[in-house]
């Protein structure tokens, strides 16, 4: 590489990179906005790892696979430049194309994962899990199941064990799966929540029956 090429492609490079900031510190101010909407504290891995808005997290992993790569490639060039050897050019293009590689797989995991439906954070179960049980008429909650659906629902799935199921009125026990439905619901106040109730009743020996 002539010397006078690469102090161009350099330069080009510089630039690049600080374009690329910009645009990586306009997502990172989005993610702040989204963690304040949402009332939490987390680190940007605590957050690719536990958010859900898909949009974001490509924007998020593109910015930063970009001016990773830029700056390898910058590295590069500069390499070249003082040394004169074109190889660390090529070693500079070689590792960009690994970065791609692993952002890929990276982006790729993440938004099968969306797809799938991934579950709420182990906290909101349990706090879930708590909520149930201080119910009126619950003895236990057995199994606490979340699926994500999209950016802003959520399918809840609860195995309610109540206490004195055979003597239970009726009108208790769907006053306490009301007021189970209705404490997630507040719960997830920012989400769109289907919570499907599993009742059971103490040391049951049939299946156990589904309330919607």
Do not use: W
Request: glycine share 6%.
């Amino acid at each position: 590489m002539v010397a006078t090429e690469a102090a161009v492609a350099a330069a080009i490079l510089a630039v690049s990179v600080l374009l690329e900031g910009v645009s990586l510190r306009t997502v990172l101010h989005e993610v702040a906005e989204q963690q304040r909407h949402d009332g939490t504290q987390m680190s940007l891995l605590q957050f690719f790892r536990e958010s859900r808005n898909s949009a974001l997290l490509v924007v998020m992993i593109e910015d930063l696979a970009a001016i990773l790569g830029l700056m390898l490639a910058l590295l590069g060039v500069v390499l070249t430049l003082i040394t004169g050897n074109p190889l660390f050019d090529a070693v500079g293009g070689a590792a960009i194309g690994l970065l791609l590689i692993v952002a890929a797989f990276v982006l790729g995991r993440e938004i099968a994962s969306l797809i799938i439906g991934e579950s709420l954070s182990d906290s909101d179960v349990e706090q879930i899990r708590q909520l149930v049980i201080n119910t009126a008429n619950v003895a236990d909650c057995h199994v606490v199941k979340t699926v994500a659906i999209g950016s802003d629902s959520v399918l809840v799935e609860v195995d309610v064990v109540f206490s004195d199921y055979d003597n239970l009125p009726a009108a208790d026990l769907l006053a306490s799966i009301a007021s189970i439905k209705a404490a997630i619901q507040a719960l997830l106040a920012d989400q769109a929540a289907f919570i499907n109730t599993c009742i059971e009743p103490v040391a049951a020996s049939s299946e156990p029956d589904f309330a919607g």
